[in-house]
């Protein structure tokens, strides 16, 4: 279900039928394109196949109506102090003592970003970006390194295709040399788990990076 977050962010619920002490709360940010069926539904299943409170908020808040280009355009706008605060808020909102957190694309480079707030148990991205690409960079947004470098982080998962040209090989060997856990899926490219309608979507690795991170967040 959607609901508004503190901060006003829109974001999805999801609720499996059962929450205890011990309920896993689970943050999803999605990929650039924001919330839309394909995270509905992501949230849903997580909620119901592994018993968490899934909580997904929306990249671009008032803005959902940009498409790629725009959205593209505006990431060198965005300020971390104002995703952070969603972050929290989204933690909030799944009413969960233990929140992980995990994101797709852009969402991987907040879940790297939310591993050092102090506020999740562990992290997983799934190629998420490990330095910001040249054109959203000279804002308000920390390089994603910078998060991943602090003494505050907690566990951190990185999927990575060897062929994503947004998570060039130096920048993954920058965040495993500071003890990332890194699973590399060699010759997959950029977006091969999320979405299965995409070109670069390779069923076989999707299932087995899926299995990893489950594991690992649960842990």
């Given at each position: 279900?959607?609901?508004?977050?503190?901060?006003?962010?829109?974001?999805?619920?999801?609720?499996?039928?059962?929450?205890?002490?011990?309920?896993?709360?689970?943050?999803?940010?999605?990929?650039?394109?924001?919330?839309?069926?394909?995270?509905?539904?992501?949230?849903?299943?997580?909620?119901?196949?592994?018993?968490?409170?899934?909580?997904?908020?929306e990249?671009?808040?008032?803005?959902?109506?940009?498409?790629?280009?725009?959205?593209?355009a505006?990431?060198?706008?965005?300020?971390?102090?104002?995703?952070?605060?969603?972050?929290?808020?989204?933690?909030?909102?799944?009413?969960?003592?233990?929140?992980?957190?995990?994101?797709?694309?852009?969402?991987g480079?907040?879940?790297?970003?939310?591993?050092?707030?102090?506020?999740?148990?562990?992290?997983?991205?799934?190629?998420?970006?490990?330095?910001?690409?040249?054109?959203?960079?000279?804002?308000?947004?920390?390089?994603p390194?910078?998060?991943?470098?602090?003494?505050?982080?907690?566990?951190?998962?990185?999927?990575?295709?060897?062929?994503?040209?947004?998570?060039?090989?130096a920048?993954?060997?920058a965040?495993?040399?500071?003890?990332?856990?890194?699973?590399?899926?060699?010759?997959?490219?950029?977006?091969?788990?999320?979405?299965?309608?995409?070109?670069?979507?390779?069923?076989?690795?999707?299932?087995?990076?899926?299995?990893?991170?489950?594991?690992?967040?649960?842990?």
């Amino acid at each position: 279900m959607r609901i508004t977050l503190a901060d006003g962010c829109p974001a999805e619920l999801a609720r499996p039928a059962v929450v205890d002490e011990h309920t896993l709360g689970v943050v999803l940010f999605p990929d650039i394109m924001g919330l839309r069926p394909l995270f509905d539904d992501m949230c849903a299943r997580l909620a119901a196949e592994h018993g968490w409170v899934v909580c997904s908020p929306e990249p671009f808040p008032g803005r959902e109506h940009l498409d790629v280009q725009d959205r593209l355009a505006s990431m060198a706008d965005l300020d971390d102090a104002t995703l952070r605060a969603t972050a929290l808020a989204a933690a909030d909102a799944t009413g969960c003592d233990r929140v992980v957190a995990t994101g797709f694309c852009m969402g991987g480079m907040l879940a790297f970003k939310a591993a050092a707030s102090g506020r999740f148990a562990r992290a997983a991205g799934f190629y998420g970006m490990i330095r910001l690409p040249g054109d959203w960079s000279g804002g308000s947004l920390q390089q994603p390194i910078e998060a991943l470098a602090s003494p505050d982080r907690c566990p951190t998962l990185a999927i990575i295709g060897t062929a994503d040209h947004f998570t060039p090989p130096a920048d993954v060997d920058a965040a495993e040399a500071l003890g990332v856990e890194v699973v590399r899926f060699e010759g997959a490219e950029h977006g091969f788990v999320h979405d299965a309608s995409r070109p670069a979507h390779r069923a076989d690795d999707a299932a087995d990076a899926w299995r990893r991170v489950v594991a690992f967040l649960g842990s």
